[in-house]
């Protein structure tokens, strides 16, 4: 199956801070998604993104296919920000999502 | 947007006891449903796929007689933890998507966060 990276894995901002998450993807994907885990550990929907770009108020992300990563951007962060990011990927056939180990992002007031 | 229900969120049981964990589709149907397992600070780990009216399909050193799963229906799908020890602690989580869409978006519940003493 196909392997997952993101960076970094874990990101500190102030209230109001802007950031990018990476999301590196060893084989092409047909099916990619972003996904925050809030602290009572709920999985939020973010995105399903296995190519171009996309915007959700505060939040867009793009993938770019041919090179095997996806970006989330966050700007003017706030403190319910926080928590675990994931992409998750699924390559060919394959019907399984494959995660990466997250980034935990912390925003201070 | 697709509502996945997952009962109970936490349960605490005594060493050698069965536990069940019921995920539910509340507004569409779903052939194929996913469980995984969580560790503390940890990414979803695969467990299991629950595939409706047939045997579910498990992962690579997931033991099938300690996690039984069914998948009764096309709105329900259980994992019964067997025989609980404090090693099966543990975070777990089932996932759905819509059948018959194209996309395949998978929708997570809640979690169920298992304590065995």
């Known amino acids: 199956g196909i392997q997952v990276e993101q960076s970094p894995p874990d990101l500190i901002l102030q209230e109001g801070a802007n950031s990018t998450l990476r999301c590196n993807f060893s084989?092409?994907?047909?099916?990619l998604q972003w996904f925050h885990q809030n602290p009572w550990g709920q999985l939020i929907n973010l995105f399903y993104i296995p190519s171009g770009t996309k915007q959700n108020g505060r939040l867009s992300a793009t993938t770019v296919a041919t090179e095997r990563y996806s970006l989330l951007y966050i700007s003017s962060s706030q403190t319910t920000d926080s928590g675990v990011y994931f992409c998750a990927g699924k390559g060919g056939s394959n019907y399984k999502l494959t995660f990466g180990k997250g980034t935990l992002l912390t925003v201070n007031p | 947007g697709a509502v996945v229900s997952q009962h109970p969120s936490r349960v605490i049981c005594k060493s050698g006891t069965s536990v069940k964990i019921e995920c539910r589709s509340l507004?569409?149907?779903?052939?194929?449903m996913f469980w995984y397992r969580q560790f503390p600070k940890k990414s979803l780990m695969l467990m299991a796929t629950?595939?409706?009216?047939?045997?579910?399909?498990?992962e690579q050193g997931v033991e099938k007689d300690k996690f039984l799963i069914n998948h009764a229906s096309l709105t329900l799908s259980t994992l019964t933890v067997t025989s609980a020890h404090p090693e099966d602690s543990s975070f777990y989580i089932c996932s759905a998507g819509e059948a018959g869409l194209a996309k395949n978006i998978q929708y997570f519940g809640a979690g169920t966060r298992l304590s065995v003493l």
């Open positions: 084989d092409s994907v047909n099916n």
């Open positions: 507004d569409f149907q779903a052939t194929t």
């Open positions: 629950s595939n409706e009216g047939s045997k579910a399909t498990y």
